[in-house]
């Protein structure tokens, strides 16, 4: 292990990457939850309004996905943890003032809604599905007379499973980058940009496309708006805050956060989008990937930089 370089007595941004302690599952379980969280928002809210049929892609269709986003970031974060065979321990108590316990307790709770309002939907795909056993039936019947209810329940475990992915990196005060309480709000609306533009892939009629492409848009100049708020906010900080600040203002991960992040993630498809609201013919695909993959890329540029920042005493 290289010593780290001290100078002033402030935080060191040339600490080695390879000392981080979460790798590759902590990000991608993060990007993903925010992603399902971003789908199941914007389903559950335009079922509350009574607009399914006009916006079948965000209802119906783009749900289809959430359990296997679920599934796999769950698969994720149990492969980070080092006690495997104890997690179960996370379901014997509720911690009010712990971010792990309430993110275990949403994610029990929205996994199977999300496998519920999926299945309530499986006619949009196989149209002619039909349940084997007459209780599968019932069932059905009984949960579509409360579906709005149900769309209730899950508007509000999404944003606070969106808000969760940026809280639990929030509540370790010992890295400077992470404690701050941009990072929920941050996240969410990541979460939300994610999910707007997954929906324009599962969108069948130009007039639901051109709404997500208007959503996805405000939700991005959001983004861009706490991205700044953060800098601002670190730089007229302490001094480990500026140097947290400034691991992406001339330190390692510069060039990643702006072309990855900010170029490639947020401008260029914000741009696209733009250009296709005043009719240029563009392959609605590109944003959306674009979108994914700036979503992608931020969390795993915040989870490793915010490992690199520390206080030092």
């Keep these: 292990m290289r010593e780290e370089i001290i100078t002033s007595g402030r935080l060191n941004p040339h600490i080695d990457p390879h000392l981080e302690i979460w790798h590759w599952q902590i990000p991608l379980y993060l990007f993903l939850g925010g992603l399902a969280a971003g789908i199941l928002f914007f ?8 607009k399914e049929e006009k916006y079948p892609g965000a209802v119906r269709r783009a749900p289809i996905l959430v359990p296997f986003l679920l599934v796999i970031g769950l698969f994720a974060l149990f492969l980070d943890l080092k006690h495997k065979l104890f997690f179960w321990q996370l379901y014997t108590t509720i911690k009010f003032m712990s971010p792990m316990s309430w993110g275990a307790w949403t ?9 519920i309002w999926a299945a309530l939907h499986i006619r949009d795909f196989f149209p002619k599905w039909d349940w084997k056993y ?17 769309a209730w329940v899950m508007i509000v475990l999404s944003v606070i499973l969106g808000i969760y992915t940026g809280i639990l990196l929030s509540a370790f005060n010992a890295r400077p980058l992470w404690n701050t309480s941009i990072l929920g709000p941050l996240f969410l609306t990541s979460g939300l940009s994610a999910g707007a533009a997954t929906i324009l892939l599962f969108s069948k009629s130009a007039k639901e496309r051109r709404l997500f492409a208007k959503i996805d848009i405000l939700l991005i100049v959001i983004e861009l708006f706490l991205i700044t708020h953060l800098f601002m906010g670190f730089l007229a900080s302490t001094s480990v805050q500026i140097d947290a600040a400034n691991l992406f203002l001339g330190g390692p991960y510069t ?38 993959f700036g979503s992608l890329m931020f969390r795993f540029i915040i989870v490793y930089a915010g490992q690199m920042s520390r206080w030092l005493y």
């Design 43 to 50: 389903a559950a809210l335009y079922t509350i309004m009574g």
């Design 107 to 115: 994610l029990m709770a929205i996994t199977p809604l999300s496998m």
């Design 134 to 150: 007459d209780i599968l039936k019932d069932i059905e019947t009984e949960i579509l007379k409360y579906k709005v209810h149900l």
């Design 255 to 292: 060039a990643p956060f702006w072309i990855f992040v900010v170029v490639l993630g947020m401008l260029i498809p914000a741009g696209l989008e733009i250009m296709e609201l005043r009719h240029v013919k563009i392959p609605h695909v590109i944003p959306v990937v674009l979108v994914l």
